[in-house]
DNA sequence: TGCTCGCATGTGCACGGTCACAATTGTGAG
DNA sequence: CTCACAATTGTGACCGTGCACATGCGAGCA
């Protein structure tokens, strides 16, 4: 048969219904499993539609549904493993429900880029936003254009929702603080991300609340951006500048360019010093010694995300969720304080 | 006035060519900025749409013109630090030419979850498809649905496409194993990553065109998976059976994992075996000795990708490309063979 | 037998843009 | 002042799908 002339549009209902010969709203009720229509029918248009490699146009449905089965994710840093992983998982999990997931790398973080990344994702109509690794102007900006689409956020500290991810923050770096404390450390340095993260913030605030318990007494936190490039010149300046038996940082890559530092010192870890990271990255097992870090299930953390999306998008879909709990993992970063070291604790 | 009514639904081009008081072909001229429009009109609907916070409707235009303005990004393991760095840039290349971006991962890459993702991606109406880190049975599945649209590949063997980014992996191995040729070491071991993965494979090849060209014998390569974590199993096993000086990992992640490996075993790195990674990821320059290493222009090559994309989608666009060359950086993972190793050479 | 009811299907339009093709207005030459 | 022609603007159809609202048809019932 040479039904299928050149024709060079795409196959749209009106062609499956013609070839299953019934009318383009039957096709239509077939792609929406309407309840009623006939075994046989269905039958027969599910073939056409085989025959004819029928792909239904999802502009066209977005633009009679006035729903783009679009959600929109907004990241900064995305080349970080963490945020990286979560993004993953959320696009999988959106993927498994039908839904695009479109996203918008944040590079530097001014409000005109991100501005300009939000326009972009509003453009295409997403129905949802995911704000990865938020800082607190990317929710100026969000409330400033009032947006009107529902958005969750990874990571934050509860001011604008997910109060549950929020405690985890606190909650981990209290686990490290405490964990470096019962280990017999009294002079603990945080290491800290750059404080217009909330999840840095977070990270500190946990630190000061375990440190306050204790009623230790500690400098002020160093703030660095992130990269193990930092943490390493933080070492140096920090053997400068400060004495200190143990090291908390916010994550995983400053905690290992600390490292970097301290073996360059002819320091031992953790005879001189103890070091605790944040994250979990897959490296963090294999750096000398094996850095203990505090565990974070990302690609957890991006499912409840778009779980939580999709609540709040009043859709149907009731996905379940659980929350995410950190957990602190020992390994051979951290150990008790030097007896060396004790005596030089008296000076202070 | 109250001219805005409730009216739920967003406003569209009619309506601001009501307010503006001309018609909506007028309107969509502005939108396309169509040459014969006269200033005071354009301005007037410009005004209007101000007023009405008009925000064009793709799906509408994607309907009308039959272009979605969209691209699809395939990636394996998008959560390693290279993918998603090319991610990110793809994405940023992508918006600035207005283009969306739609991504799929793919977790375990069995041809029923690749076509799936392809599926997904053909759903949204991509333009054109970005294959990151392609292993050989995405292009088996590619072929076989004959995909419609144009696509490139991101750093493969040029079997498919992308001669340029091929040579790099190439000729990126074959400078890190010259390096430790030229340090004098003869038992050198290749830890290879998945030869499914055409980047793999493209290092390793290129480590053999070295080890051949320098007239060295070699055993076969180890086939790894990327991980940290086999890198220091791998490590274990090779201390165990092998006799060598050099090991180049095709990563980093495994370069580490090997790395950790060594220290447990208390040899010294470079003094007892050097090592070289590929990637230079940014906690290479922070381990233990620091690692000698292949860099890779990550955002480049995203970058590269996108232009070629666009080129082959045959839009009016010219991006200006550049070459991207891989560059060896020399760190403290390795140094001359040992003299205390020279003698048991001659064993063999 | 005639009537109601529910299932299965069809008809026509709306969604918000763009395109092809008028229709109108403005401009300069003869 | 008229006409040809360009510049500007308007009209109506169409893209592929879903919705509201018929319509046809057989079953059940009085």
Same mark, same amino acid.
């Given at each position: ?86 993004? !993953?998982?959320? #696009?999988?999990?959106?993927? =498994?429900?039908?839904?695009? /997931?479109?996203? $918008? +790398?944040?590079?530097? %973080? ?123 010149? !933080?070492?140096? #300046?920090?053997?400068?500048? =400060?004495?200190?038996?143990? /090291?908390?940082? $916010? +994550?995983?890559?400053? %905690? ?93």
């Amino acid at each position: 048969m040479s039904a299928d002339l050149p024709k060079d549009r795409a196959p749209s209902i009106r062609d499956v219904a013609r070839l299953a010969g019934v009318s383009h709203q039957t096709v239509s009720r077939v792609l929406n499993d309407h309840p009623s229509i006939r075994e046989t029918t269905k039958a027969r248009i599910l073939q056409a539609m085989e025959e004819l490699q029928y792909r239904p146009n999802q502009a066209a449905r977005a633009l009679s549904k006035g729903r783009s089965r679009t959600i929109g994710v907004l990241t900064a840093s995305s080349a970080q493993y963490g945020p990286a992983r979560s993004v !993953a998982a959320i #696009e999988d999990a959106a993927r =498994r429900q039908g839904y695009f /997931v479109d996203t $918008a +790398n944040l590079g530097v %973080a001014d409000p005109a880029a991100i501005e300009d990344a939000l326009e972009h994702l509003l453009d295409q109509a997403v129905e949802g936003l995911v704000i990865i690794a938020p800082q607190e102007r990317v929710f100026d900006v969000l409330e400033r254009l009032d947006i009107a689409v529902p958005y969750v956020s990874l990571q934050s500290t509860g001011k604008h929702d997910l109060r549950a991810l929020a405690a985890d923050q606190i909650l981990g770096a209290r686990m490290a603080t405490r964990h470096l404390i019962d280990l017999g450390h009294r002079e603990i340095v945080h290491l800290a991300g750059p404080q217009d993260w909330n999840e840095a913030e977070a990270r500190m605030r946990g630190f000061l609340l375990e440190i306050d318990d204790a009623d230790l007494m500690t400098n002020p936190p160093i703030l660095g951006d992130w990269s193990a490039d930092f943490g390493y010149f !933080a070492g140096q #300046e920090l053997l400068r500048s =400060r004495d200190f038996s143990a /090291v908390f940082a $916010a +994550n995983d890559e400053m %905690a290992l360019g600390l490292l970097h530092a301290l073996h360059d010192a002819r320091l031992s870890v953790p005879g001189d010093v103890s070091i605790v990271g944040f994250d979990d990255v897959p490296v963090a097992s294999h750096s000398w010694p094996p850095l203990t870090t505090v565990h974070q299930d990302f690609d957890g953390i991006g499912r409840l995300a778009f779980a939580t999306l999709l609540r709040e998008m009043g859709t149907g879909v009731e996905v379940p969720t659980a929350p995410i709990a950190p957990r602190l993992v020992v390994r051979g970063s951290t150990g008790p304080v030097p007896v060396s070291r004790l005596p030089l604790l008296k000076r202070y």
